[in-house]
């Protein structure tokens, strides 16, 4: 450990000097204690900050490290691209062999091109959607998150919602961010989530328009809030009708509910989709994969959405990709550990009912919520309004004070054993009691 490591203090003051807010991403600071975590090392299950303190680790650096932190078969992969001195900028065996395995694995996958986020990836799909079509518009869902650029931010997450919206009419886009100029506003739409009546309607009206719907097949973003397979297929039959690029932001989805993502899960296939996180378990690359006959837009002779950046296909990404890949495919893996993940999450819920906590425990996959304030499910956005800030705030600060961390998505892992869940399951029911008396 650095000796500046060695006092959080002066090395929050350092950090402050010379990082913006102290962080190299905003979504860094903890929404409960309102700071950062400064990290030195991770492994498993566990995070270890810069004093050496241990967390078991519920956030899994973004959700990007579903299969566990630090895992030797991706450590092997990135040595053994470091013996061979190429980075990126030239395709490899290795950039066509995790291309074969996304469309071997992923239901519209038929061509991939390579981003190195998820970010670039939506903001390519979208270009891709409009290229394709010749429309400008896009459809987005209120509350529906896809990263950082300037089509996808404003009503971004359920926060930021149009609350006076019943569901029946477009939403109301709300403030963007500084620096994005108004006139992107005329380029979406924006709809309430699992309303397929309201897309109906407005494909009607002015289809012509529309070059994409981007949506996300299940929304982890804001806790961990589902559809149904007739939702998507109703989308899916609007987009069929009207010449629209359905377009599916698997970038936290993906690889948690099964290797088919959750489009496979839903059974409903969209012309295209974005892949992170998960794809690489952590390591920076992401994907969007589609329909030949859309995808191919990027390499055409005459008028080509413009596709391609220094690092993209960058191979220290495609190695972990196919390492993550063969841990993925071992025929019991997802069924013993999704098996595992839910008999917790279950004897989670049964621990914060006993200690009489107002909680509600919602999984899909791997990944969950703990909704603190209700016990009811929760559907759609609305339910939020019975939620309890403040219980929330003290509970998830009580359990990181206990060494178990939470921060915006929660995902258990596949090296999340049953000994430490255990010790998670203790140390979150000993913070619901104290929650409870402060
Ligand atoms: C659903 C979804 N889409 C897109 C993104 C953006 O990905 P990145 O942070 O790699 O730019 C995220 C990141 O959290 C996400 O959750």
């Not at 810069?50 to 967390?55: A, C, H, N």
């Not at 290229?131 to 998150?145: C, N």
């Not at 109703?234 to 290797?259: K, M, P, Q, Y």
Request: charge should be negative.
């Amino acid at each position: 450990m650095s000796p500046a490591a060695s006092n959080q203090a002066a090395f929050s003051a350092d950090a402050l000097t010379y990082l913006v807010g102290g962080v190299s991403s905003s979504f860094r600071i903890n929404p409960y204690t309102g700071r950062p975590l400064y990290i030195q090392r991770a492994d498993g299950p566990y995070l270890h900050d810069i004093e050496g303190r241990r967390y078991i680790d519920f956030f899994m650096g973004h959700g990007a490290c579903p299969l566990g932190h630090n895992r030797p078969e991706i450590r092997q992969a990135l040595a053994a691209i470091l013996e061979d001195g190429v980075f990126a900028e030239f395709d490899h065996p290795l950039t066509v062999a995790l291309a074969k395995k996304i469309v071997e694995h992923v239901p519209c996958a038929e061509q991939v091109r390579y981003v190195n986020s998820g970010s670039e990836g939506t903001l390519l799909s979208l270009r891709l959607a409009r290229g394709y079509t010749g429309r400008t518009r896009v459809v987005r869902v209120d509350g529906h998150f896809h990263g950082g650029h300037d089509y996808v931010l404003g009503n971004n997450l359920a926060s930021k919602t149009d609350r006076d919206n019943p569901g029946d009419r477009l939403s109301k886009i709300g403030p963007l961010s500084a620096g994005i100029p108004d006139v992107i506003r005329e380029t979406l739409f924006l709809v309430p989530w699992n309303r397929p009546e309201v897309i109906e309607r407005l494909a009607g009206e002015r289809g012509d328009e529309i070059a994409a719907i981007l949506m996300n097949p299940i929304d982890y973003n804001n806790g961990c809030v589902t559809t149904t397979t007739e939702y998507l297929q109703a989308v899916r039959d609007i987009c069929d009708r009207h010449g629209i690029v359905l377009i599916f932001d698997e970038i936290l989805s993906g690889f948690r509910t099964g290797l088919s993502c959750a489009q496979g899960y839903y059974g409903v296939t969209p012309d295209v989709c974005l892949l992170g996180k998960a794809l690489s378990n952590g390591v920076p690359i992401a994907a969007i994969a589609g329909k030949e006959r859309i995808m191919r837009k990027v390499m055409d002779p005459e008028d080509p959405v413009v596709a391609g950046g220094t690092f993209s296909g960058n191979l220290m990404g495609c190695a972990a990709g196919l390492a993550a890949f063969s841990i993925m495919e071992a025929p019991d893996f997802f069924p013993v550990w999704l098996r595992r993940a839910g008999k917790f999450l279950d004897s989670l819920q049964s621990a914060l009912d006993e200690e009489g906590f107002p909680a509600r425990v919602q999984y899909l996959g791997c990944n969950f919520f703990i909704y603190v304030g209700t016990r009811e499910p929760i559907r759609e956005y609305r339910d939020l309004a019975r939620l309890n800030a403040a219980l929330a705030r003290t509970f998830f600060q009580e359990c990181i004070e206990r060494g178990v961390y939470f921060h915006t998505d929660f995902t258990v892992s596949a090296m999340h054993d049953d000994a430490v869940l255990a010790e998670a399951l203790n140390q979150i029911r000993s913070a619901a009691r104290e929650a409870l008396c402060s």
